[in-house]
């Protein structure tokens, strides 16, 4: 069975502070997906990234970096200078690479505070 | 905007009525995903539709089933309902072929309260 913690429930810090979220995974799969999304207080559900189990490159995105260890089956993610646009909850997930079993299962979800 | 649209946006009912969530998926997506997120379950996933076939089942409830129509729109009926019921329902949609992995993209949801 596939799971993934999230083991931050709430998270505050100070606007322009870095913060990272933390993402442990359990699969017994040997490909598999890794996502984040960004759920902001209206509700919807943002794509943000996409990591193939092949794929263990860091991947940086303007002040979003991702660190994938499949060592320690963790899939981090960092917001650099944070902003107060980045509060929302965050939610980490995971699927099977394998045709015909798509679904996502997701992470109890981090909520990240930026204090102004 | 994902291209995925979900009616209604908000929906209040009461014990023991029958409601009907829609999701238009996006053009060309021939698969659905309905996902639950409520409190005390956060945000699972309940069941799939892939060309109106029913494709992969998830922790859906007896009282609740599912849909997709020869439009590929879907829709989630919740029958018999509790105040646990209460959650944001969300709808995904994919294009679903063997030769990539297909990105989910998700509506905005239904927000669902039981009283």
């Known amino acids: 069975a596939q799971k993934v913690t999230q083991a931050q429930t709430e998270i505050s810090v100070v606007e322009k502070e870095d913060v990272t979220l933390d993402c442990v995974y359990e699969?017994?799969?040997?490909?598999?997906?890794l996502f984040w999304y960004k759920q902001p207080p209206s509700g919807e559900l943002v794509f943000l990234i996409r990591r193939n189990s092949f794929d263990e490159q860091n991947e940086i995105s303007g002040r979003y970096s991702w660190n994938f260890q499949k060592s320690t089956s963790s899939f981090n993610f960092t917001i650099t200078a944070s902003q107060v646009v980045d509060s929302a909850v965050y939610f980490c997930a995971l699927s099977e690479a394998y045709f015909g079993n798509e679904k996502l299962t997701f992470g109890t979800g981090t909520r990240l505070t930026i204090i102004p | 905007d994902s291209g995925v649209t979900q009616t209604p946006k908000h929906l209040i009912t009461a014990t023991g009525q029958r409601v009907t969530l829609r999701c238009s998926p996006r053009s060309g997506d021939l698969s659905v995903y309905w996902y639950q997120q409520s409190l005390d379950q956060g945000l699972q996933f309940l069941i799939q539709y892939y060309n109106g076939e029913e494709r992969a089942k998830g922790n859906i409830l007896e009282r609740f089933s599912a849909q997709q129509f020869p439009d590929l729109h879907s829709e989630l009926n919740l029958s018999s309902l509790e105040l646990g019921d209460s959650a944001l329902y969300f709808c995904a949609s994919s294009v679903l072929d063997s030769s990539s992995y297909n990105e989910q993209f998700f509506g905005p949801g239904t927000r669902l309260t039981v009283l």
């Open positions: 699969t017994r799969d040997t490909t598999y997906y």
